[in-house]
């Protein structure tokens, strides 16, 4: 699979509901994981493989490999809290980002089975950040506009040379 970068329109725009998790949505989810470690990321969303389905996946050390189908938040902290992002879509680009420090997600794994869980740390970090992507959002887009377009010319000039 390939990672699509920031430029692509696919990335801002929003993902659907998964109507049935099949065995093409469990290998889909397989091969996320794997494209996902191969690029050294702890987290991926379908819309970043092209695909604009409610999907993600999320792994880093210490933690199990998650899979979320069709997520959804059922509830956010008020206590908020600052911390460094990056994402395969922008690589080489990290910005601190704000967001409430601790999450109650709801979702199906890609067995089908439905769970919710409450996460904080790393774990309540990444689920909202590919959260984001499922609503055609990247991380980039919560920096206020002049330091956004500062990170974004940074990018183009390591990249696109
Ligand atoms: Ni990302």
Known sequence: M???TLGDETLT?????????DKGIADFTA????????????????????????????HFQGDIPRVFINPEILRTSND?????????S???IYADVVRPEEITVQAWNEKGKPF???????LARVIQHEMDHLRG?????H?????????VKQYYRKVRV
């Open 2 to 4: 390939e990672i699509i």
């Open 31 to 58: 091969a996320m994981l794997e494209t996902m470690m191969k690029g050294n990321g702890i987290g991926l969303a379908a819309s970043q493989v092209g695909y604009l389905k409610r999907i993600f996946v999320c």
């Open 90 to 92: 922008i690589p080489g």
């Open 137 to 141: 959002v990247l991380f980039i887009d």
């Open 80 to 88: 908020q809290e600052t911390f460094e992002e990056g994402c395969l």
């Open 143 to 151: 920096l206020n506009p002049k330091k956004r377009e500062r990170v």
């Open 13 to 21: 725009k929003p993902a659907t509901l998964v109507a049935d998790i």
């Open 116 to 122: 919710t869980i409450d996460a904080d740390g790393l």
